[in-house]
């Protein structure tokens, strides 16, 4: 599978110094779904403004099918399509046409049988005379991914495609997605939903503040989900980790007062039994025992909240 988009070292900072951007490097593969968590203010719509062109970046490239979106960007434009976080609509202007004006924008010739296919795709056929105005906000919602998809994008930006979208509309979207990306359509959203990033993502990447925290495979994220840890406390902290019990699914907290052990729910042996039998022996007195499951959403805050410590020490410096 070859790279369709590729971000190097993309940087943005807006006027008054505001550096939105820290430096993402990133590349997209053709056909994936990447959904991109991160809390408000992450950077997550400048990232796809920036590569859409519509923002300018303040250094760094990006290419879209090899053609870098500056140098390059009427070959770069054609292959992008892009459903905004806001929406943005004439009000007295007819579905169809609002639809065909977009296909046109993107030099594309008129083709009624495209714009046809498409507003049936998205329940808007029988909508097609209707006014803007005149349609509900997950109508007018659809209306914008009508007209991202109105030139036969192969790479679609989805900005925040569900947010304020209730379940109905938001599994069909899930539906609609799912269909582009068996046209081989390659599709980039963003989400505050975790569970639709789990739903419909090949991959996942969380920004925050500007940066890049992680991008990884939703599998190998879910495998992680499967695990859990368990944290014997002991009444008295010690240094290190017996000998007698080390084992590479053990460590010791960071005070010495915990030790952690993780293990697979899944597995018919969890080795809890053994490994409490063995703390005892090597002369450790519990305090107590927890259990923790980690989730998506647990890896998303820990990494939020990492990225919130770090901005505090270098103001600590500063
Ligand atoms: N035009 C602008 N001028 C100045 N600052 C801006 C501008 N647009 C965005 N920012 C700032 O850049 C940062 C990132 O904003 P951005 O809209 O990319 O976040 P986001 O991750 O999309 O958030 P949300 O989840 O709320 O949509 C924010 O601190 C925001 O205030
Ligand atoms: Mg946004």
Same mark, same amino acid.
């Given at each position: ?40 203010? +992450?950077?997550?719509? %400048?990232? *796809?403004? !920036?590569?859409?062109? $519509?923002?300018? &970046? ?5 290419? #879209? /099918? ?78 914008l991914i009508a007209k991202a998809l109105a030139h036969n994008p192969r790479v679609l930006f989805l900005d ?21 990306? +068996?046209?081989?359509? %390659?599709? *980039?959203? !963003?989400?505050?939903? $975790?569970?639709? &990033? ?5 991959? #996942? /990447? ?47 907290s960071a005070d010495g007062t915990a030790l952690i052990y993780t293990y697979d729910t899944r597995k018919e ?50």
């Amino acid at each position: 599978m070859h790279n369709i988009v590729e971000i190097n070292n993309l940087k943005k900072s807006y006027k008054g110094g505001f550096e939105a951007l820290k430096g993402i490097n990133l590349t997209i593969r053709q056909g994936e779904i990447l959904a991109l968590l991160g809390p408000n203010g +992450a950077g997550k719509t %400048t990232l *796809i403004s !920036t590569i859409c062109g $519509i923002t300018t &970046a303040t250094s760094g490239t990006v290419s #879209v /099918g090899g053609h870098d979106t500056v140098k390059d960007y009427r070959a770069a434009r054609k292959l992008i399509g892009l459903v905004p976080q806001e929406i943005h609509l004439e009000p007295f202007e007819k579905v169809i046409n609002t639809v065909r004006f977009s296909r046109g924008l993107f030099g594309a010739g008129s083709d009624d049988a495209v714009i046809e296919k498409i507003l049936r795709q998205l329940s808007l056929w029988d909508k097609k005379d209707s006014q803007i105005r005149a349609l509900s906000g997950g109508m007018k919602r659809r209306v914008l991914i009508a007209k991202a998809l109105a030139h036969n994008p192969r790479v679609l930006f989805l900005d925040e495609p569900t947010a304020g979208v209730d379940v109905e509309l938001r599994k069909d979207m899930w539906q609609i997605v799912a269909g582009l990306k +068996a046209d081989g359509v %390659t599709i *980039i959203l !963003t989400t505050h939903y $975790i569970e639709e &990033a789990e739903a419909i993502a090949d991959r #996942v /990447g969380v920004i925050t503040k500007g940066e890049l925290m992680l991008v990884e495979e939703k599998d190998t994220l879910m495998a992680r989900m499967g695990q859990k840890e368990l944290e014997v406390q002991l009444s008295e902290p010690i240094s290190a980790v017996p000998d007698a019990i080390a084992s590479d699914a053990l460590r010791l907290s960071a005070d010495g007062t915990a030790l952690i052990y993780t293990y697979d729910t899944r597995k018919e042996r969890t080795g809890i039994t053994s490994l409490l039998a063995k703390v005892s022996e090597a002369g450790l007195v519990l305090r107590d025992v927890v259990t923790r499951q980690s989730s998506l959403e647990e890896v998303f805050v820990n990494l939020v909240h990492k990225a919130d410590e770090k901005t505090s020490q270098s103001e600590d410096a500063a």
